[in-house]
């Protein structure tokens, strides 16, 4: 795989689209066992995106995720804002002085995404959280890459939250009955690697 600045602002247009057509549906499932703010959020969050990337001239992904990372931090209300923003700083940082990028120093940008994930959340694997999706799809650079596997590996660990007792944030007020719904951050996570999957395909 190669990523390159321009690729970065077609996953954020893809990403984009995924949530505007479905803001309605993680609205819906926040409400469930959260806030119910995490459709709107989000949607205002990267249509943000989307305006402030192609607005903008850039030569390296770095450049890109950063102006990501920063736009999700200031438009992006709840904890959506900060744990969305945080894992692209962090990939950004990663990627520096890397262009194009490639499977390896993609794999360590997101690792180091996670950890931030995980700091900024004081959460880990299996808490029913985003970070379930984004500690999943690592696996898949490190050693069975494919766009196709990264969408199907994406999306069984979003429905595997379904299962799991919530223990983190709002949802984890709800105990046992959080069980049987997905995570709302875990689908929004979802939408952004089948993106990916798709731009890395030069898919549709």
Do not use: C
């Not at 989307?50 to 995720?65: C, F, Q, R």
């Not at 744990?83 to 690792?111: C, H, I, M, R, W």
């Not at 049987?180 to 395909?201: C, M, N, Q």
């Amino acid at each position: 795989m190669e990523l390159r600045a321009n690729d970065v602002i077609v996953w954020m247009n893809k990403t984009n689209e995924r949530i505007q057509k479905n803001k309605d549906y993680l609205t819906t499932l926040d409400q469930a066992i959260g806030d119910g703010d995490h459709g709107i959020n989000m949607a205002r969050g990267f249509k943000e995106v989307v305006s402030k990337l192609e607005g903008s001239e850039y030569s390296t992904s770095a450049e890109t995720l950063k102006d990501t990372a920063m736009t999700l931090m200031s438009k992006v209300g709840g904890a959506a804002g900060p744990l969305y923003g945080t894992a692209f700083l962090k990939l950004s940082t990663s990627l520096k002085e890397k262009d194009p990028v490639d499977q390896t120093s993609f794999k360590n940008g997101l690792e180091e995404a996670l950890e931030g994930l995980k700091q900024r959340g004081k959460a880990d694997v299996g808490e029913k959280t985003l970070i379930d999706v984004w500690s999943a799809v690592i696996e898949v650079f490190t050693d069975n890459y494919s766009p196709e596997n990264l969408a199907e590996t994406a999306e069984r660990a979003m429905n595997k939250t379904k299962g799991i007792k919530a223990t983190k944030g709002r949802a984890s007020y709800l105990g046992e009955r959080s069980v049987g719904h997905v995570d709302p951050g875990s689908v929004s996570s979802y939408f952004l690697f089948v993106a990916l999957a798709e731009t890395l395909k030069g898919g549709d």
